[in-house]
């Protein structure tokens, strides 16, 4: 199993583009997590999905985050238009019901907004 | 809502001494335990579980946890730590309850263990 994939492991861009975040869940998981991470706010949820459709996203900071699941292998977190602020790492995670949620983190994203 | 508790942000500890990373929880509802573990520039990985049964669970790495409902407490400990033990520890709850807190986890803010030769 290939576990979770994200793309790209890395990204630096300049305030005001678009950036997009790729996930792709291990195989058969019916849940999909996207968190933040930074050094003052810790670990944060900020979305997450059952069977491709979104469950909670009151963790999605403001309007300029948007998050799709097209379908059960596939996601995207989008950030239009960036901030320095949003510099963080993007975890993207899965898990199953069947397996009492037990989640698998990807390696993580790290955004860099100049 | 339910809420993780890491009483320590910072445990320093010489190699091979025990040490213990400190979880409280609260919930109404009963509980699903997780420790994670992420070393640096890595994603989380699970450490450990508790899901029912016995209170002691032993994880990877020659971790162990206890899970005590009367104090709500999910302790981890290790009797004696390598340097490579050196990462960020989080504890976290899954609440048996449906809604929209179904499935998801509540972590802890991390315990940052590090491991002096």
């Known amino acids: 199993d290939a576990g979770v994939i994200q793309s790209p492991r890395h990204e630096v861009t300049e305030m005001g583009q678009e950036v997009t975040l790729r996930c792709k869940p291990i195989?058969?998981?019916?849940?999909l997590f996207w968190y933040r991470q930074t050094m003052m706010r810790g670990l944060e949820l900020l979305i997450y999905?059952?069977?491709?459709?979104?469950?909670?996203d009151s963790g999605m900071p403001e309007d300029r985050f948007s998050a799709k699941m097209p379908n059960a292998s596939f996601s995207t977190l989008k950030i239009q238009p960036s901030e320095p602020r949003d510099s963080a790492v993007y975890f993207c995670?899965?898990?199953?019901?069947?397996?009492?949620?037990?989640?698998?983190f990807g390696p993580g994203t790290r955004l860099t907004v100049l | 809502a339910q809420s993780v508790t890491q009483l320590d942000s910072q445990v320093p500890v010489f190699e091979e001494a025990p040490v213990e990373l400190r979880c409280n929880y609260s919930?109404?509802?009963?509980?699903?335990l997780f420790w994670y573990v992420q070393y640096p520039n890595q994603g989380l990985q699970l450490l450990l579980k508790?899901?029912?049964?016995?209170?002691l669970v032993k994880g990877i790495n020659g971790f162990e946890a206890e899970f005590n409902k009367s104090q709500t407490s999910f302790h981890l400990r290790k009797p004696s730590v390598h340097i490579s033990d050196t990462a960020e520890y989080f504890c976290?709850?899954?609440?048996?309850?449906?809604?929209?807190?179904?499935?998801?986890?509540?972590f802890g803010q991390g315990t940052i263990l590090t491991v002096h030769p």
């Open positions: 995670a899965s898990s199953s019901r069947d397996t009492y949620n037990e989640q698998f």
């Open positions: 195989s058969g998981h019916d849940y």
């Open positions: 999905f059952n069977n491709n459709v979104p469950i909670d």
């Open positions: 919930s109404s509802v009963s509980v699903y």
């Open positions: 508790y899901l029912s049964g016995s209170t």
């Open positions: 976290a709850v899954r609440i048996n309850a449906g809604g929209t807190s179904y499935g998801k986890l509540t």
